[in-house]
């Protein structure tokens, strides 16, 4: 049983870029939640998605980034015209109905 | 004020050494996760609970509803155990996370 698989692991973009980052949830989990870690500083949600719907994206900022996690396939974090305070660590992680999240490696997105 | 405040933010200890970092929070929670995040590594969850004691080998969490408190001890410390230990609560239903600024430990030999 795989864990969170979070791709691609490091990705370095040129400001004016999209960047698209992807998670895999664990086999059954159908909720999923994006957190940013800023250098230096803790973690922040983002948002939480299940299946098809966006449940909470009071974290998302309210231009360029979005979020998706369709029907099939892994959940999209999909950052527009990226800038150099975009450079982070992002994390995605997993979970059942009301269970404990399991983290992926997450992917680490650096802004030249 | 953030909800969820951690002590120390740095601590240095030698090998052997009992470790403790405690969590406070302001906010009515359903759990609190004890969370370990290596440099440049991934997250690993140590702990979730709701109430009371757990141990896993030579970690131990306790939390105490009544007083907003946790601590995480790390009985005979290893440098291996170097790391940023992080709380972090859920609120309501939702496995939605609040995160504490975390604790940085070095562990020295």
């Known amino acids: 049983n795989a864990g969170v698989m979070q791709n691609p692991r490091h990705l370095v973009r040129r400001r004016g870029q999209e960047a698209r980052l992807r998670c895999s949830p664990m086999?059954?989990?159908?909720?999923v939640y994006w957190y940013r870690q800023l250098p230096e500083e803790g973690l922040k949600f983002m948002v939480y998605l299940q299946k098809e719907n966006i449940i909470d994206e009071s974290g998302m900022p309210k231009e360029r980034f979005s979020a998706e996690f369709p029907k099939e396939g892994p959940s999209i974090l999909r950052i527009q015209q990226v800038v150099r305070g975009d450079s982070a660590a992002y994390f995605c992680?997993?979970?059942?109905?009301?269970?404990?999240?399991?983290f992926g490696q997450g992917t680490r997105l650096t802004v030249v | 004020k953030n909800e969820v405040e951690q002590s120390p933010q740095n601590l240095t200890a030698q090998e052997g050494e009992f470790i403790t970092i405690n969590c406070s929070y302001s906010v009515g929670i359903s759990a609190l996760h004890w969370l370990q995040q290596h440099p440049g590594g991934g997250i690993v969850s140590l702990f979730m609970l709701s109430s009371g004691k757990k141990k896993h080998g030579r970690l131990i969490a306790t939390i105490n509803i009544q007083e907003k408190h946790s601590s995480l001890h790390i009985t005979a410390s290893h440098p291996r155990d170097s790391a940023v230990y992080i709380c972090a609560v859920t609120k309501g239903t939702a496995s939605k996370l609040t995160f504490g600024t975390g604790t940085r430990l070095q562990v020295t030999l």
């Open positions: 992680a997993s979970s059942r109905e009301n269970t404990e999240a399991f």
């Open positions: 086999k059954g989990h159908s909720h």
